[in-house]
């Protein structure tokens, strides 16, 4: 498995400690989506991280012995962290030159963020960008379910316009797994409303949903 090279003893520590310093400002990313619909006090994309982790913990327990749990909690974590440089930019934006320079930038932040430490975070990056082990399915299945229970609560709190994140087809994608497609149901059963049909994707998005 390649890493990144690492130091040991005080070095390594230190390196450590500027990764998490270098992730602070992700508290303070908003996850834009919600605010171009209205809602003015959002979740932020290092909460959004932690909650989508949570979550494959959570199916990962509940559906046992289908996942390596460790590896899917882990990309979950890693995600978004990219975004401490990119900010979050909500999907679809942007032409396909658009997209593929985000991807580059995204790139580079997590090679930047994790420099000097014998880490798997590129790797599992790469891994959820492509979407085709089943953990990297799970994790981007489960980012959606994360995504539609806080639009549920949102709704439950008097918080916005999001009647179209509940009419995109798009934003219930299980990538084929039970587990996400039975969490999916109960959200819709919880938010007293119904999962849409989701159209077919093209060639390029099958590649990277989101």
């Given at each position: ?12 520590a ?7 310093a270098?992730?602070h ?11 171009l ?12 991280c ?10 990962c ?102 009647g179209?994140?509940?009419a ?12 996400v ?24 998005e ?5």
């Amino acid at each position: 498995m390649r890493t990144t090279g690492g130091r040991r003893g005080p070095g390594l520590a230190a390196a450590i400690v500027t990764t998490l310093a270098r992730l602070h400002p992700l508290a303070r990313v908003p996850r834009a989506g919600w605010l171009l619909r209205g809602v003015t006090e959002v979740e932020s994309v290092s909460s959004h991280c932690h909650a989508v982790a949570l979550l494959t913990q959570l199916a990962c327990d509940a559906w046992p012995g289908r996942f390596n749990a460790g590896r899917a909690v882990a990309m979950a974590l890693v995600h978004d962290c990219a975004e401490v440089a990119t900010m979050d930019i909500p999907m679809p934006a942007g032409d396909a030159d658009f997209r593929e320079a985000k991807s580059r930038t995204e790139r580079a932040s997590i090679a930047a963020l994790f420099d000097g430490l014998p880490s798997r975070a590129a790797e599992l990056f790469e891994e959820f960008e492509h979407a085709e082990t089943p953990e990297a399915q799970l994790v981007r299945g489960l980012d959606k379910v994360q995504m539609m229970i806080r639009a549920a609560c949102y709704e439950r709190e008097g918080h916005g316009a999001l009647g179209d994140f509940w009419a995109n087809g798009r934003n219930f994608d299980d990538y084929g797994i039970d587990a996400v497609r039975e969490l999916f149901a109960e959200v819709a059963r919880f938010a007293g409303r119904k999962v849409p049909r989701r159209p077919a994707a093209s060639a390029p998005e099958a590649r990277r949903r989101g």
